[in-house]
């Protein structure tokens, strides 16, 4: 399964009052082209900030708040898993689209095959933490995380190749906050 | 009344969510935040998480505030310019000055930049002033939700309150 599809199938399960943080670089441009959707984030900058950012809707918000982030992007702010383990917001879901390097800037390997992200979220107090490592299971792990008990962390793991690069998201940086608190404030 | 006259004007002045990671400086600040519900308060691991959250929450609908020490704002700055600045974002940020000559080493290279830091981002700033906790609050929430930017009071050691 590649990125693009795991972004794609995790989008599908989501009713549209939830609301998404879109990690910068390939997943927000893949979470555009494959479902815009007026309450996602999709981040420019920041990397390393997507739980935090997502942890300030989540502890504002009724809804549920998806966190759709990449493991450079996790492994870059690893104390916002700290947050959310440590402060348990219920509403908060968090997903990690892992294949295992830097693809945004040419595919530098990243140190998530040597670090278990599921773990560390366990550890950190997530009330539920899986990893999944094949395609084909991928449709029920995003199942079984969705009507978990939250916070709850799924590390899905994805291939590393990037066939059909997505384009940059066609709206200002103004526009893609304004639009999701409008959305929110409605 | 919580233990902070700070926070209190700052709540006052509409500030509804709180951000931050502790400063000695701030001692009173960070004593009233405790008080507060657990959904209105994060204490934050680091600062460049708090000004996340603080993003997270304005998108929420809540007036979001960020506190914590000057020798922080280091680790915000990717945050403060490709969140904040660049999406026009508000930010009220309450941040403590230290690195006057007399202050331990590891304050001064830092904390004798700072003013020169907020106005190379052009981020408004003062320094508060004891006594004057209501009207600085009005600035600095006035300032930053007008500016659609951060905007920072600078709170020295004799201004805790």
Redesign the interface.
């Known amino acids: 399964m590649t990125r693009a599809e795991a972004v794609a199938l995790v989008l599908s399960r989501l009713p549209e009052d939830d609301?998404v943080?879109a990690a910068?670089g390939a997943i927000s441009r893949e979470a555009y082209r494959a479902h815009d959707r007026l309450r996602t984030?999709y981040?420019?900058?920041?990397?390393?900030?997507v739980a935090?950012?997502?942890?300030?809707?989540?502890?504002?918000?009724p809804e549920r708040v998806v966190a759709l982030d990449g493991d450079g992007n996790l492994l870059m702010?690893f104390?916002?898993i700290?947050?959310v383990g440590g402060?348990k917001p219920a509403n908060l879901f968090h997903v990690v689209l892992d294949n295992g390097c830097y693809a945004t800037t040419g595919g530098q390997p990243a140190l998530s095959r040597q670090v278990d992200l599921a773990a560390a979220a366990a550890a950190a107090g997530y009330r539920w933490a899986r990893r999944c490592e094949r395609g084909e299971d991928a449709g029920a792990a995003v199942d079984a995380w969705l009507a978990a008990p939250g916070p709850a962390f799924l590390n899905l793991v994805v291939e590393a190749a990037d066939p059909a690069p997505a384009p940059r998201v066609p709206m200002t940086?103004?526009e893609?906050?304004?639009r999701?608190?409008a959305a929110?404030?409605r | 009344m919580s233990a902070s006259r700070r926070l209190d004007a700052l709540r006052a002045a509409g500030v509804e969510y709180v951000a931050g990671v502790p400063c000695s400086y701030l001692k009173k600040f960070f004593a009233g935040c405790r008080e507060l519900p657990p959904a209105a308060f994060l204490p934050a691991v680091r600062e460049d998480h708090a000004v996340a959250a603080c993003v997270g929450a304005w998108l929420g609908g809540r007036r979001a505030l960020a506190a914590m020490q000057n020798s922080g704002l280091g680790y915000c700055l990717e945050v403060l310019t490709s969140l904040h600045l660049m999406c026009g974002v508000p930010l009220p940020m309450v941040v403590s000055d230290r690195g006057d000559p007399s202050d331990y080493e590891e304050h001064r290279i830092l904390g004798q930049r700072t003013r020169q830091l907020f106005d190379l981002f052009a981020i408004p700033w003062r320094a508060a002033r004891p006594g004057a906790e209501e009207e600085d609050a009005r600035w600095l929430v006035e300032t930053a939700e007008r500016e659609r930017r951060p905007a920072v009071l600078l709170v020295g050691k004799e201004a805790d309150a």
């Open positions: 609301v943080v910068d984030f981040m420019l900058g920041s990397m390393g900030q935090s950012i997502a942890l300030g809707l989540a502890t504002t918000r702010g104390g916002g700290a947050m402060l940086p103004e893609m906050a304004e999701v608190r929110l404030a």
